[in-house]
């Protein structure tokens, strides 16, 4: 969920003496700075997440509190061996240049973790510096979501506005209202893979909200659908055949009509030529093509066709029966 990432900066620089009384404040002896490495991460932000969800500021303050002394993971994996780093400051930084999506100033939860300098985390270390150690995610609780359009507590029965929507030029989201506790952070090579439950967001992201569900197939994801949503969209299919048929004997009619109205206002040109034209041609093209010959046909003839109004429509049989006649 929400963009966490590992800082590259001067942080890799020698850690210094304020960073290691907070860091020798989780320790159970005094570390030395050489014994220590230190890097930055963005843990969370304020703006709309892929899951459309979103902390407010004051959620971020609420969050940097909480996760002070919090331990890096992998792949949320809590055990002990996959322990290896720890949050030992915070701060929410706030970006001036920079507004959300809802128009709020951009501010994200910074922290600061240290790791122990030793051989089993060289590795470790080397793949955070290479960049290659870089996607978090937090794993946390909060008391409440809202609704950003009527405010309704989700969990308490959902409204009927559907995440990703826009209502009134605004986009529906959910509001992460008061963090109460927060897990751990963890880097995740493969997030799709993120427990359930403990990880915020994740198991409502495989679900698909009702009245959203195509624009939830743009195949980003997996998604599960329910029995009503895959026969709702076994009937949007059947509606779309019935459609494609229709448009189908509608372009066919286009067609032999502009073959036979050729044959009347390009004498000379063989109709065989004109089937292979005409036959590739999309409706619009094929409407201003039969237009066309309709129209030299009426000027050079001085024929009375009504073809030109009637081909906006579905065809008549008097369309039809003219159609032989001039065949
Ligand atoms: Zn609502």
Redesign the pocket.
Known sequence: MKTASVIKCADQSPVTQEQLAQINRYSRRELTAQEVYVFSLILCDNEIDRDYERFTSHGLQKLSQLFLGKTGIFDHNPKGENQMSRIFATQVVEDTSRVTQIGEPYCALKAWAYMVRCEKNADLILEIDAGIKKEVSVGCSVERTE?S????DIRAGA???VVGKEYDGML?HRILINPTDAYEWSFVAVPAQMSAGVVKGRLPSSSVPEGDLLKALDGSRDVTLTKGQVQRLKDHIHSLEGLAQAGEEHLLYLRKKAVAMSALALPGLDSKLVEEMVSPMDLAHLKKYVDGVCHTANQTLGLQTQFSSEIQGAPSQAVYDNHEFLI
């Open positions: 609704c359009v009527c405010g309704a409204c009927s506005h529906c």
